[in-house]
Every structure is written in structure tokens, then in C-alpha cells.
């Protein structure tokens, strides 16, 4: 399967300070990535979809002036998480699909945690 | 209704029993269903993906599809202890690029 590299596994942060998650696609390219997020004992919930070259589209009830999503290339996504609050603790995962690919298959990274003192 | 329904365990068998996981979808235009399993801590893993109606198996896990009455599941023989994990069925739902998870079954397998 193809392969997505997540950066970092975990980081603890405080209050208020920003905090920037990698996501690259290691062998293929990707014009998509989606950033998800999972509470404790919940399921993945997309936060927003990365595209490269334009502008993310965010779901319903995720401020994207908090959550930043810049996807410069083909094979790189990051997320900031700006003047993070421990509500915004979570498990923070980004997956992608191989564009050369014609199935709706998701290589997921290995997910940050985040959690925010 | 959710889009995605998982019953949320946990589902406790003995080992080497058959471990049956079911999940139904609520939009009929879905194409795709996947089955990942997620280990506590991690991230989830692609285990198995079904389009058509019917049964495809990949050495132990079965997955079964009937969209008639939209429903997915998977059986996965020999259960062995590994296999504990929750497992989450995902769809990909018309309009929508990504794919929508249900909550997850946690699966025990006992020794």
C-alpha cells in the first residue's frame, strides 16, 4: 500500500501557541489529502479537505481561520493549529488517496497527538 | 439517522472463533465500503474494501456487501488475539470526496 508519513507522532504544547502537523505522501502523488480528527473513544470526523494548489475546503463547524491547511505540493499537506486551547486535544490524522489510482482507497498517515496544556 | 452505523461493542469471542461485524449506510449511491482496523493509539489501517454485491475474501476476513438493504459487514475466521482492535466501516458518500466512518466495533478476542 502506498505510503503516508505523519509529523509529529505527539507533541504537547501550551496554551495558546500554535502548532504545524506534516502529512507527505512518500511514493505517489496526491492532489488531495484529508485532515480528520478523533476525540477519545469517537470516530474520525474530516476536518477539511486539502487540495493542492488551492484553497482547503473545511467542514461544516471547523473555523478555518484556526485550523490553517496549506497544500504547496503534490506530495506535501500541513495543518497549524493556531492559539491552540485544550479543547483542541485530540488525535489529529491526514490520509490521502494516490491519484493515479481509480479506486476511493485511503493511505492514512500515523496520526499526531496533540495535546494542549 | 448517522451516515454510518457500527454497533460499539465491545464484541467479545474466544479465540479461534468467527468474529462478525456488521454496519449499515444510510446513502444508496455509495460505491465503495472499507473496512480498517485501528489499534488504540494509532492510526487506522486498510484491512479490506468490497464494491459489488456479494462476499470477497482475503485470507481470513470475509467481506460481504448487500446494498439492497445496505448493509456491510466482516467475518474474520480464526480469531486470534491480534485481531483485537475497533474496527471501523467507512463509506464514500455521493458528493464527497472523502469518506465517512462509522463509530467503530471494538472486537476482544479472548485467549
Redesign the interface.
Same mark, same amino acid.
Not at chain 2, 41 to 46: A, D, H
Given at each position: 500500500g502506498a505510503v503516508v508519513s505523519q509529523h509529529p507522532s505527539w507533541v504537547i504544547c501550551k496554551s495558546g501557541t500554535s502548532v504545524k502537523i506534516e502529512c507527505r505522501s512518500l511514493d505517489f502523488q496526491a492532489t488531495t489529502m484529508f485532515w480528520y480528527r478523533q476525540f477519545p473513544k469517537q470516530s474520525l470526523m474530516l476536518m477539511a479537505t486539502s487540495n493542492e494548489g488551492s484553497k482547503a475546503t473545511y467542514e461544516q463547524g471547523v473555523e478555518k481561520d484556526k485550523f490553517l491547511i496549506n497544500h504547496a505540493s503534490l506530495t506535501l499537506s500541513t495543518l497549524t493549529v493556531t492559539s491552540a486551547h485544550p479543547e483542541d486535544s485530540s488525535f489529529y490524522i491526514c490520509s490521502a488517496r494516490d491519484r493515479y489510482r481509480g479506486d476511493e482507497k485511503l493511505f492514512f498517515g500515523s496520526g499526531t497527538q496533540l495535546s494542549v496544556l | 439517522q448517522k451516515e454510518v452505523e457500527q454497533n460499539s461493542g465491545p464484541l467479545s469471542v474466544p479465540e479461534g472463533a468467527i468474529a462478525s461485524l456488521n454496519c449499515t449506510y444510510s446513502d444508496r449511491g455509495s460505491?465503495?465500503f %472499507?473496512w *480498517?482496523r485501528q489499534y488504540s493509539?494509532?492510526?487506522?489501517?486498510?484491512i479490506m %474494501?468490497i *464494491?459489488s454485491n456479494g462476499d470477497k475474501e482475503d485470507g481470513r476476513f470475509t467481506a460481504q456487501l448487500n446494498k439492497a438493504s445496505q448493509y456491510v459487514s466482516l467475518l474474520i475466521r480464526d480469531s486470534q488475539p491480534s485481531d483485537s482492535a475497533t474496527y471501523?466501516c467507512?463509506v464514500?458518500t455521493a458528493g464527497r470526496?472523502?469518506?465517512?466512518?462509522?463509530?467503530?466495533t471494538r472486537l476482544q478476542v479472548q485467549p
Open positions: - | 460505491q465503495s %472499507f *480498517y493509539g494509532k492510526s487506522p489501517e486498510l %474494501f *464494491y471501523l467507512a464514500n470526496r472523502a469518506l465517512t466512518f462509522g463509530s467503530g
